[in-house]
């Protein structure tokens, strides 16, 4: 994390007509060769996870096994959770989005806003229109 | 009066700097990423507002997708689809190592990652081309057709439309995002060509990995909702 800061600050002090300078500074290989395996084996974690939840019989309540021991929307919201956990880890490790400049990870995320207000709308629409 | 002037002269969006802290090339693809988001969200957000229309009438998950291509009479919900998505997401990590060998201009490492990834990509269509095989041919589940009714206590009046619907939803959104991974695959293959012909070595950087890699995770970020929306839930 310190490299990082230490680079960007380095980015800065360069000027920035080259930001190559910023891009492809120091880099050690074995820190960050091993934080990309960190990760792919979390998301493998949270995957098969998924699974267990998913596939494992009596965990999940619905139509097709009522003696399950969560109810379906507790089992949804799970879910998603690791959904967007999942998602957090490639934007902000593989897409490297949480080492950008803050105004890069504003510029990005920001206008996903507009996407959690349709969702919103959508939800509180999507109850009856087949009714 | 000069402190302001010196202030005014730091700030990152006085010119004289990049203010995001990126190069062109690689915002326009995060802008380009992120219009492509949206698409895909409007698509996923219309299949979840079908879905929780039709409750409790929509299709079971764990019924459409027990099969295994291949294999006969074998009942094994979420394997197949699970084996398609460690792929994809092992190719995602082969992705991140290209770009890591290319900070370090080490032009055979990319190349060998570049090919793995490219692999990854293959089999991932190839298991999703099996996939719809056995779902049109095998099953009958076509955009007008689906064989897979909800059985719920009481009846289901409106099972017919919602199981259509999940159909539809089903092939147009893992069509498009199918259709993402072939762009994805044909443009790594150019940037493979590229890197082997010395064209990045020559330029300095590899950074023309870093945006394809960036594409590529995206398409990896949108399996991951998909997989969740319509295997998972």
Not at chain 1, 18 to 40: L, M, P, T, Y
Not at chain 1, 62 to 91: C, M, Q, R, S, W
Not at chain 2, 79 to 89: N, R, Y
Not at chain 2, 168 to 174: D, E, V
Request: glycine share 10%; aromatic share 14%; hydrophobic share 50%.
């Amino acid at each position: 994390m310190t490299d990082h800061a230490a680079q960007a600050a380095h980015g800065d002090a360069e000027g920035s007509h080259d930001f190559v300078i910023i891009e492809h500074g120091v880099h050690h290989v074995d820190a960050s060769r091993k934080q990309i395996w960190r990760v792919f084996f979390v998301m493998l974690f949270i995957t098969v996870l998924e699974f267990i939840i998913a596939l494992t019989p009596g965990i999940r309540r619905n139509e097709l096994h009522p003696t399950g021991l969560i109810p379906n929307d507790v089992v949804v919201i799970i879910f998603l959770g690791l959904t967007v956990l999942k998602a957090f880890y490639i934007v902000g490790y593989f897409m490297h989005l949480k080492m950008e400049r803050i105004n890069m990870i504003y510029t990005v995320l920001l206008p996903l806003l507009f996407i959690m207000y349709l969702i919103t709308l959508l939800v509180i629409e999507g109850t009856g229109s087949f009714r | 009066m000069s402190s302001e002037a010196t202030v005014l002269k730091n700030s990152v969006w006085n010119g004289g700097r990049v203010p995001l802290g990126v190069s062109y090339g690689k915002m326009m693809m995060w802008f380009f990423l992120l219009s492509d988001a949206f698409t895909f969200s409007t698509l996923l957000v219309s299949y979840g507002y079908f879905r929780i229309t039709a409750q409790p009438g929509w299709v079971s998950p764990e019924k459409v997708f027990e099969g295994i291509p291949w294999i006969e009479g074998v009942k094994a919900p979420l394997v197949f689809v699970g084996f398609m998505t460690f792929v994809l997401i092992f190719s995602s990590v082969t992705m991140v190592l290209a770009v890591e060998a290319g900070h370090h201009m080490n032009q055979k490492r990319v190349k060998n990652f570049m090919l793995l990834t490219i692999f990854g990509g293959i089999i991932f269509l190839s298991c999703q081309a099996l996939e719809w095989t056995n779902l049109i041919i095998k099953e009958g589940m076509t955009m007008n057709y689906n064989p897979f009714l909800a059985v719920i206590p009481g009846g289901n009046p409106q099972g017919l439309h919602a199981s259509i619907l999940f159909g539809q939803l089903f092939f147009t959104i893992t069509g498009f995002h199918g259709f993402h991974v072939l762009s994805g695959v044909v443009i790594n293959i150019i940037m493979y060509i590229k890197t082997g012909r010395g064209d990045f070595q020559r330029r300095g950087h590899y950074e023309m990995i870093e945006k394809v890699g960036l594409y590529w995770h995206f398409v990896d970020l949108v399996w991951v909702f998909v997989f969740t929306l319509f295997y998972l839930i």
